[in-house]
């Protein structure tokens, strides 16, 4: 990092690195790199996927929720962005929200278990609750 706080290198070598935090099990770190990056190029949709899986993977969920919802407002046929907008709902703990997005997921890519057991998983907690 340089003395003005912003991460030595390009915008490509933030993005790598917030990967290789990710990968590393450093979600948080990595969210905090690929955020810097994501406003510099705010139009890369790799940058702000892998902004959102990092916000996720901390436990940061409302942010993961934003991240995704613009990924989903950008491409709403992006399946992963549904998937993972589902997700973070679900963690968030909006339920309807989560099974929306899960549902278009599983509509998008039906080949897909782990999008049909997510939105099962959100269908049965919706199911327990009381009103």
């Known amino acids: 990092m340089s003395d003005a706080g ?6 490509y070598d933030w993005y790598q690195r917030g990967l290789q935090l990710l990968a590393n099990r450093d979600p948080a770190a990595a969210a905090t790199i690929l955020a810097r990056a994501a406003e510099a190029e705010p139009g890369s949709r790799s940058l702000l996927e892998a902004l959102a899986r990092a916000q996720y993977d901390a436990g940061r969920y409302a942010e993961a929720v934003g991240t995704f919802r ?12 549904q998937f993972g907008l ?4 679900s963690r968030a703990g909006d ?17 897909l278990g782990h999008y049909s057991r997510a939105l099962r998983g959100v269908r049965a907690r919706r199911g327990g609750e009381t009103s």
């Not at 912003?6 to 915008?11: A, L, Q």
């Not at 613009?70 to 962005?81: H, I, M, Q, S």
């Not at 929306?100 to 509509?107: M, P, R, W």
């Open 86 to 89: 589902g997700l973070a709902a």
């Open 6 to 11: 912003v991460p030595d290198g390009d915008v």
């Open 95 to 111: 339920l309807d929200l989560a099974a929306e997005h899960l549902a278009l997921a599983v509509a998008m890519r039906p080949d």
């Open 70 to 81: 613009e990924l989903t407002v950008r491409n709403p046929a992006d399946d992963y962005a």
